[in-house]
């Protein structure tokens, strides 16, 4: 079995030994020090630059991710986790669907992103291709369009380049 899979399961850890469940109560300050967490949470079908130990997503792995609804919900909660961090949040109604926007604690989680040349604008390249790879591009697409707003809203806080990688993921 895929260690990604097991991991995404709850059955195994990573290499560096943490579970899908103990990286869901990080606190903020954590999830923006350590770098080597996001490529389990958020695999893609190429090498990590910038870990070793990172999974690859292959044609088995995504079938998985697309066959079963469990994993994909634990994808959400994942997804969840960092719109937190991101100071973002899920608004969903019948009439809008998925949409997600500025949650209470946006003001002060910010500064941690939403600035030219963060390397959280990877992560967030990162995010947006894996939810689409893996059943969730709706949730991708509802990501962009937030992240679209904002841009809209203070262009100098996002490279236009770095735009173009976003919509590009999606």
Known sequence: MSALLSFYRGESAN??????????????????????YIQWLFPLPEPSK??????IL??????????????????????????????LQFVTSQESGVHISKAANFDARRQYWLRPMNHNHLRITRILSS????????????????????????????????????????
């Open 15 to 36: 290499p560096e030994g943490r579970k899908l469940e103990d990286i869901w109560t990080w606190q903020r300050d954590r999830l923006e020090n350590v770098h080597n």
């Open 50 to 55: 910038f870990s070793a130990n990172a999974p």
């Open 58 to 87: 292959d044609e088995f792995v995504i079938e998985a991710f697309l066959a079963d609804k469990e994993l994909r919900r634990r994808l959400y909660r994942s997804f969840k986790l960092l719109l937190d961090f991101y100071g």
């Open 131 to 170: 939810l689409s790879l893996l059943g969730l591009k709706a949730y991708a697409k509802a990501f962009l369009t937030c992240l679209q707003e904002l841009y809209q809203e203070d262009p100098k806080a996002i490279a236009p380049n770095t735009m173009e990688f976003w919509e590009k993921a999606v």
